[in-house]
């Protein structure tokens, strides 16, 4: 019998009673981390890895039935051995291990392989089956080193400045916002933020993650001469509203791994386009599948075909799992991030 099984409200362990990221409510859940299509409200009872209690507070309500576990340390239920280990996607992100019977499944949630210092870096943990993502499973998908991705958005941030002329940089508000922050060089002008960012920022200071001073967007006033110089952070979802008019003069950006697909950046109408992702690339994904060991990799999210004829190719035991997960980068997900701005 499968330790995990699909099941319409999501994927089910039968030994233990439990759904893990499930999209519809659940008695009991165990959420891999805080990105909207895995940590949704409802659930009766929520176990998350400790890290990431912060994060899923600050989304799903600050009274919402929260058990935690630290990394690596092991909780029995219903005879299942069950253990949270880093991700390297987001702060708090966790793959799961369970064991039963002798048997080891590991479901990886989103992660990335690429170390940064916004969170505890990806830990391969062996297994017999491996559930893992797929969001950039396809070969084009290769990142280059996040050193140099800040380095393109330093010198284009720098450029503006000296034409006095705003810098907008669109990205995802959960993850992918801090990580820039924390990555760009703060000394090149001030740095604004969205409303929908701030709050964010705030959890992963409180975390001890260093973030440089930031100021909320719409307390500068656009008369102030200080605007001309800034980079300002925010969601895509604030492109186009009228949020934009207070910076006058800009050339806005966009960071997100689907920029390394010719035509994304003009679809979004930005100047620039920064291929900046909290996933892992093609030789990421099938690097953390080798390090598992396992025999047998179930795939989620993504681009689940090629990945499971890859895996096939190589002589492993691949299969698709039907998900509702999506990208927190996908117009699905800002559409819900624009509900989140607006409310
Ligand atoms: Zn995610
Ligand atoms: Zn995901």
Known sequence: ????????????????????????????SVITHAHSDHARAGN???????????????????????????????LLHHGVILSFHPAGHVLGSAQLRLEYGGEVWVASGDFKTEA?????????????????????????????????????????WQANAAQDKASVLFCYSLGKAQRILHGIDATIGPILVHGAVEPINQVYRD??????????ASEVKKSD????????????????????NRFGDYSDGFASGWMRVRGTRRRRGVDRGFVLSDHADWPGLLWAIEQTGAERVMVTHGSVATLVRHLREQGLDARAFD??????????????EHAEVLS
């Open 1 to 28: 019998m499968d330790l995990v099984i699909s099941r319409p409200e999501g994927l089910y362990c039968p030994a233990g009673d439990f759904h893990i990221d499930p999209w519809r409510p659940v008695e009991r």
């Open 44 to 74: 009766r009872h929520y176990l998350a890895a400790s890290p990431g209690e912060g994060l899923l507070r600050t989304r799903l309500g600050q009274d919402i039935n929260l058990q935690t576990l630290p990394y690596g340390e092991r």
């Open 116 to 156: 940064d210092n916004t969170c505890t870096p990806f830990e391969p943990v062996r297994c017999d089956t491996f559930i893992t993502e797929s969001t950039f499973g396809l070969p084009i998908y290769r990142w280059q080193p996040q050193a140099q991705v800040f380095a393109e958005i330093n010198q284009w």
């Open 207 to 216: 975390a001890g993650v260093y973030l440089p001073p930031t100021l909320h």
């Open 225 to 244: 001469p200080m605007m001309r110089k800034a980079l300002i952070i925010a969601p895509p979802s604030a492109g186009g509203s009228s949020w934009m």
């Open 323 to 336: 998900t509702e997960y999506g990208d927190e980068d996908e117009a699905v997900t800002d559409e819900r």
